[in-house]
């Protein structure tokens, strides 16, 4: 089996084959408890220096095995806490990398980890080795783990990271746009008034931009980016990056729109995006009808008002009262 082909295996298999949306498969807490430890708490050699640090987040492959640090199979291996995104993914992980955990699997994911998050931070506070992964990548990118590192630091609670694999930095290497500057907007919003806010902000935006999107919407959204950002704006579209199906395409957003617009994707996608071209600076008037726009796209007049002064260094106040005396007619 080749790494590609076993990382689907440990991945559940391909992703598209599930219901759009469909929420992975959560063990019961209950479960994980019981079956916590099924291989006990027998001591593991532990590299000096691994856990100098108690609570570590560490990547995860994305696609291909072989981007399994040493260091991640030392974490798994001598954790006596490991904090899972899916804990049955992570232990066909870590039968795939051929690593005997012997610590205790507990889930943290996106349902739970606003409750569960003080928890874990407390077993590393008492001294035990904790690791938080995700299913894949680096956990708190797109992932569970913001919360965690939140509630770490306000327990002054040491954390750090192993470095490792990640779509993000993989799909803007190989996008053949600017790398120098970018900005990283997570999944597209589904909600109109979200996603109308962000492709409002795009249409400007300078800077490289990088999205998560779901296969099942990728045509669309290349479709709705052309239209709202310009179809002459670079592009590029990454597919099961590392994997055996790799694919990578470039061109403007009308071209992949157009090349995308008949086919059924699988995968995980992630969408980079070229800056639109550098901009006169805005006279006063542009600002407030800027204002005035994102007020009507459901943000706070005054919110909007602050937003818009700071990126383009004039007065929110002014801003604001303009914006008002201009509602009221």
């Not at 001598?78 to 899972?84: I, L, M």
């Not at 805005?282 to 459901?298: F, I, M, Q, W």
Request: glycine share 8%.
């Amino acid at each position: 089996m080749s790494d590609h082909d076993a990382q689907d295996e440990l991945r559940g298999g391909p992703q598209d084959d599930a219901p759009e949306d469909a929420p992975a498969d959560r063990a019961d807490d209950a479960s994980e408890d019981a079956a916590e430890d099924e291989h006990g708490t027998s001591a593991v050699a532990v590299p000096a220096g691994l856990w100098d640090v108690p609570l570590v987040l560490a990547a995860t492959p994305i696609g291909n095995l072989s981007d399994a640090s040493p260091r991640l199979r030392a974490l798994l291996a001598s954790a006596e806490v490991v904090a899972a995104e899916d804990t049955r993914r992570t232990r066909h992980l870590c039968q795939a990398l051929g690593v005997r955990p012997t610590g205790r699997l507990v889930s943290l994911h996106e349902h739970n980890e606003a409750s569960r998050a003080a928890e874990v931070v407390e077993r590393a506070a008492a001294g035990a080795r904790v690791l938080v992964v995700s299913d894949a990548g680096m956990p708190a990118v797109s992932d569970p783990g913001f919360r965690l590192v939140a509630a770490a630091v306000e327990a002054g609670v040491e954390v750090t990271a192993a470095p490792g694999a990640s779509a993000v930095p993989t799909a803007l290497a190989l996008s053949g746009l600017p790398t120098d500057r970018f900005t990283f907007a997570g999944f597209m919003p589904r909600k109109g008034a979200e996603r109308r806010r962000l492709l409002h902000r795009l249409a400007t935006e300078e800077w490289t931009t990088v999205l998560f999107e779901s296969p099942h919407r990728t045509a669309a959204t290349l479709a709705e980016c052309a239209e709202q950002l310009g179809g002459g704006r670079g592009a590029a579209m990454c597919r099961e990056l590392t994997k055996k199906h790799e694919e990578v395409l470039r061109g403007s957003l009308a071209e992949l729109a157009e090349q995308i617009s008949s086919r059924q994707l699988r995968g995980e996608v992630v969408l980079v995006i070229g800056g639109a071209a550098e901009q006169a600076a805005p006279s006063h008037e542009d600002l407030v009808a800027e204002v005035l726009r994102r007020a009507e796209a459901g943000e706070k007049v005054k919110a909007a008002a602050k937003e818009v002064a700071a990126a383009h260094g004039a007065t929110s106040r002014e801003l604001y009262d303009a914006a008002v005396a201009a509602r009221k007619g």
